[in-house]
């Protein structure tokens, strides 16, 4: 099977969901015909006077084309039966990409049951919907798409010693309050309704100043979500992660089970265990930037083998039978990877705010 026309079931908005449009980007260059069905559309009220419900309107994007692959990415609005109801409109392939981590594991395995393929982005949450759905449920974990995450030089307020940006939450706010002395910037929602107000310098309302806000950073810190029922640390990697090393800067991060299987620890990035291991990495940190340099172009080399999104479609299609460019694989490097300096600049539709969280 050669590369299908796919139908792209996803959120995508100006804000926490840009990587939609990056997956969507290297499903084309793979040489997929893309449609976008947007979850988080509204419909006018006219639409909605003559049947323009979340369904309805699915239905009528089925009937008007033909499709071989419909990758839903997460989806919870699209309920189980609603898969089951839609598939006789075509003979699509149905995947479910889950991109989330544990805390919505309830969500991902009440809809998980009627898809031909189920993928999860994280070896916890791929064994916990094998486990309630009682099938196999692959890995492939997120990446980013190096055109858009990359070095740029940043001036005036994005410069920093330390930064992190990305919601705030009480968890991140104790960890961070142990690096304030060595001139930290927070970007983010939330900060300036906690004890580290003083130090948030926006919200970071694009991706362009997500990109320059970490740029300007000697070191970039990474502090994930965390499932309050999961015994730590959990193995699911975020967004961030790879954005940041797709930038191209030094980066310390929280312990993940998984981050061993895409990056190397103390040769890639750092990785701390809890408050005082962050405050000892972060200082030695700002006392070496070679070695935070070497780290953090070692990083960038990584995502550029092996972690961007033409990378990971790539081996979501291959898995679903269809015969596409084989770009690189899990733990692979990819011989003649394009470095994303040369790569053409994403249309301005497509550059979104980050995702992260």
């Known amino acids: 099977m050669t590369a299908p026309s796919v139908l792209l079931v996803a959120r995508f908005d100006d804000a926490l969901h840009a990587h939609a449009a990056h997956r969507r980007r290297a499903l084309e260059r793979l040489g997929c015909r893309v449609t976008c069905f947007d979850l988080l559309k509204r419909p006018g009220l006219l639409t909605r006077l003559t049947g323009g419900d979340l369904k309805t309107r699915l239905a009528r994007t089925l009937e008007s084309e033909s499709f071989e692959l419909i990758l839903v990415v997460g989806g919870v609005e699209v309920e189980e039966g609603w898969v089951d109801d839609l598939r006789p409109l075509g003979r699509a392939k149905w995947v479910n990409w889950f991109p989330d981590d544990l805390r919505t594991i309830r969500e991902a395995a009440d809809r998980g049951r009627p898809y031909d393929e189920v993928v999860a982005a994280s070896t916890d949450v791929a064994g916990a919907l094998a486990g309630a759905l009682g099938r196999i449920v692959a890995t492939i974990p997120l990446a980013a798409d190096p055109s858009v995450y990359r070095?740029?030089?940043?001036?005036?307020?994005?410069?920093?010693?330390?930064?992190?940006?990305?919601?705030?939450?009480?968890r991140r706010e104790a960890l961070?309050?142990?690096?304030?002395?060595?001139?930290?910037?927070?970007?983010g929602p939330g900060w300036r309704r906690t004890s580290l107000k003083d130090y948030c310098r926006g919200e970071v309302p694009s991706t362009e100043d997500y990109v320059s806000a970490y740029s300007g950073a000697s070191v970039a810190i990474n502090i994930h979500h965390v499932y309050e029922e999961a015994r730590q640390p959990e193995a699911h990697c975020n967004q961030r992660l790879f954005e940041l090393a797709s930038i191209g800067v030094l980066q310390v991060t929280d312990e993940r089970t998984d981050l061993p299987r895409v990056f190397a620890p103390g040769q890639d990035l750092l990785v701390f265990r809890n408050a005082s291991e962050l405050r000892a990495l972060v200082k030695d940190a700002l006392q070496?930037?070679?070695?935070?340099?070497r780290l953090a172009a070692s990083a960038r080399r990584v995502v550029l083998a092996r972690h961007t999104y033409m990378h990971r479609m790539s081996e979501l299609l291959t898995r679903c039978g269809f015969s596409v460019?084989?770009?690189g694989g899990p733990g692979l490097t990819t011989p003649g990877e394009p470095d994303a300096d040369s790569l053409p600049p994403v249309p301005a539709d497509v550059v979104r705010a980050e995702s992260s969280g």
């Open 176 to 187: 961070l309050t142990e690096v304030v002395e060595f001139g930290l910037a927070l970007w």
């Open 325 to 327: 460019p084989i770009v």
């Open 288 to 293: 070496d930037p070679a070695t935070g340099e």
């Open 151 to 170: 070095p740029v030089n940043s001036r005036d307020q994005f410069r920093a010693n330390v930064v992190f940006a990305g919601s705030a939450t009480a």
